[in-house]
């Protein structure tokens, strides 16, 4: 069983910063792209910013120039540092892991969510 750890939410003034973590942990072959997703009350959750094991990355344009992702491979840990934070991003972030586990089978795992409050 593959389990996703995410920490790094809580509240901040817009303008500010947070770094969000994510580490995988359990039995498996390879950790494939890794990505944040975010949902705001009464929306849609959006896929934020993801990251290939080759290291491509790739952003939601309300992100880009403020968030970067980043990844550890030896740790099995993704990063989603979050600079400029406006009120709009407001929302519970989730990590979440496409996964080659033992039986050769790809699999996508989440995280329980992290809530992310920037106040205006």
């Not at 929302?91 to 992310?116: E, I, M, P």
Request: hydrophobic share 30%; net charge positive; aromatic share 8%.
């Amino acid at each position: 069983q593959v389990q996703l750890v995410e920490s790094g939410g809580g509240l901040v003034q817009a303008g500010g910063s947070l770094r969000l973590s994510c580490t995988a942990s359990g039995s498996m072959l390879n950790l494939n792209a890794m990505a944040w997703y975010r949902q705001a009350p009464g929306k849609q959750r959006e896929l934020v910013a993801m990251t290939t094991s080759g290291g491509s990355t790739s952003y939601v344009d309300s992100v880009k120039g403020r968030f970067t992702i980043s990844r550890d491979g030896a740790k099995n840990t993704v990063y989603l540092e979050m600079n400029s934070l406006k009120p709009e991003d407001t929302a519970v972030y989730y990590c979440n892991a496409n996964v080659q586990r033992l039986s050769g089978r790809h699999s996508d795992y989440w995280g329980q969510g992290t809530q992310v409050t920037v106040s205006s």
